[in-house]
């Protein structure tokens, strides 16, 4: 509602129908939350079957290693990513939850660098194999 006062006394008062606003949050948070648990099945899956294989595989090559690891780097970057969607559509509900935790900035800024070293190698690589 927006309500003005007018010169001679009295307001004008607008009113906004917000029903079909409120009504495509609540389906749009729920399709995250949905998307969100359907996504950690199978990213569970993925973290545990590359982890068995780094654990208990000895034949695999280093390269193959390699990207076993950088499998699991990512699928574990997804599997945070869904949680925090979770978390987002926690806080966005009608209980409006929220735990604040502190955080050192040190380990955000080494997640950072890390989730970008990644990018940054395959970069490079495909860098030096177009400048040959």
Do not use: C
Not at 28 to 37: E, T, Y
Not at 88 to 96: F, I, K, L, N, T
Not at 103 to 131: N, P, S
């Amino acid at each position: 509602m927006n309500a003005s006062p007018m010169p001679g006394g009295g307001a004008v008062a607008v009113l906004h129908d917000i029903t079909r606003i409120e009504e495509v949050e609540r389906t749009q948070r729920d399709f995250v939350a949905n998307v969100s648990h359907e996504l950690r099945t199978p990213l569970t899956s993925i973290t545990g079957y590359v982890e068995t294989l780094l654990d208990h595989e000895n034949g695999i090559s280093a390269q193959g290693r390699e990207f076993l690891a950088t499998i699991l780097k990512n699928a574990t970057r997804m599997n945070r990513l869904t949680e925090d969607l979770l978390v987002m559509a926690r806080v966005e509900g009608p209980s409006g939850e929220l735990n604040p935790a502190p955080v050192r900035a040190d380990v955000l800024v080494g997640d950072a660098i890390k989730a970008l070293q990644g990018l940054v190698a395959g970069e490079t690589r495909r860098f030096w194999r177009l400048a040959r």
